[in-house]
């Protein structure tokens, strides 16, 4: 794994998602085959494959401090282009940073991981007057689950977390996104865990080799995805 600390000219980015996002990393650790995140390379100069090279944003929280101030209030979604809890979070602490400037501002926030390391944050996820985090968790079958995503936590540790964070009274949801088969066996799981539920597909194509080595088919409906949620009365909004 290569790590560089840079210096970062920004931080907070317009985004389709929310206001804006920030991502304090370059880069992601945990390197899912399916990830739409990968175009990010081109704007680097990196030769290692994606996973394999993480660019620190040393500078995160300062620039956050004085970009704040500067543009109109509005959610901010962490992240939209990296897990702002991966692994190397846990030494740099750039998430909590930036965490703790928005929480001063009294900023929005929606954050998206698939780390439990977010629970770490707990004490100042409770400080925030609007504030949501969401799992991304693409199915409830531990082997289509290694296939695709093996250096991700379990299905089990974030279901766990996710729960932990429901019961403290913040507002949590599961992105299942991709749908990957096997997104079914989540359904029963997600009980009094989560405020809703975002399903959406695999609309590109990174993945497409490991579909056809595993002799796997990609769901392209999430109708029987959906009743199965509402039957639970788990809210649920399908993006495709």
């Given at each position: 794994?290569?790590?560089?600390?840079?210096k970062?000219?920004?931080?907070?980015?317009?985004?389709?998602?929310?206001?804006?996002?920030?991502?304090?990393?370059?880069?992601?650790?945990?390197?899912?085959?399916?990830?739409?995140?990968?175009?990010?390379?081109?704007?680097?100069?990196?030769?290692?494959?994606?996973?394999?090279?993480?660019?620190?944003?040393?500078?995160?929280?300062?620039l956050?401090?004085?970009?704040?101030?500067?543009?109109?209030?509005?959610?901010?979604w962490?992240?939209?282009?990296?897990?702002?809890?991966?692994?190397?979070?846990?030494?740099?602490?750039?998430?909590?940073?930036c965490?703790?400037?928005?929480?001063a501002?009294?900023?929005?926030?929606?954050?998206?991981?698939?780390?439990?390391?977010?629970?770490r944050?707990?004490?100042?996820?409770?400080?925030?007057?609007?504030?949501?985090?969401?799992?991304?968790?693409?199915?409830?079958d531990?082997?289509?689950?290694?296939?695709?995503?093996?250096?991700?936590?379990?299905?089990?540790?974030?279901?766990?977390?996710?729960?932990?964070?429901?019961?403290?009274?913040?507002?949590?949801y599961?992105?299942?996104?991709?749908?990957?088969?096997?997104?079914?066996?989540?359904?029963?799981?997600?009980?009094?865990?989560?405020?809703?539920?975002?399903i959406?597909?695999?609309?590109y194509?990174?993945?497409?080799?490991?579909?056809?080595?595993?002799?796997?088919?990609?769901?392209?409906?999430?109708?029987?995805l959906?009743?199965?949620?509402?039957?639970?009365?788990?809210?649920?909004?399908?993006?495709?």
């Amino acid at each position: 794994m290569k790590i560089k600390e840079i210096k970062a000219k920004g931080i907070l980015s317009t985004s389709q998602v929310a206001d804006w996002t920030i991502n304090p990393y370059v880069g992601c650790q945990y390197a899912c085959a399916y990830c739409y995140a990968k175009f990010m390379k081109r704007f680097t100069a990196h030769r290692e494959e994606w996973g394999g090279f993480i660019d620190v944003k040393v500078n995160a929280p300062e620039l956050l401090k004085k970009e704040i101030l500067k543009k109109k209030k509005g959610r901010v979604w962490i992240s939209g282009v990296c897990d702002p809890y991966q692994p190397i979070e846990e030494k740099y602490q750039l998430t909590r940073q930036c965490l703790e400037v928005l929480r001063a501002h009294n900023w929005p926030i929606t954050i998206q991981t698939k780390s439990p390391l977010v629970l770490r944050d707990l004490d100042l996820l409770k400080l925030f007057s609007q504030a949501e985090v969401g799992f991304t968790i693409t199915t409830g079958d531990a082997r289509i689950k290694q296939i695709f995503e093996p250096r991700v936590p379990s299905i089990e540790l974030r279901l766990a977390a996710l729960e932990k964070l429901h019961q403290a009274g913040i507002k949590t949801y599961v992105m299942i996104a991709p749908l990957l088969p096997g997104a079914d066996k989540l359904v029963s799981k997600l009980k009094n865990k989560v405020d809703y539920v975002l399903i959406d597909k695999l609309n590109y194509h990174y993945a497409d080799r490991l579909f056809q080595e595993h002799n796997l088919a990609k769901v392209e409906r999430a109708d029987e995805l959906a009743n199965l949620l509402k039957k639970e009365d788990i809210p649920c909004q399908v993006l495709f």
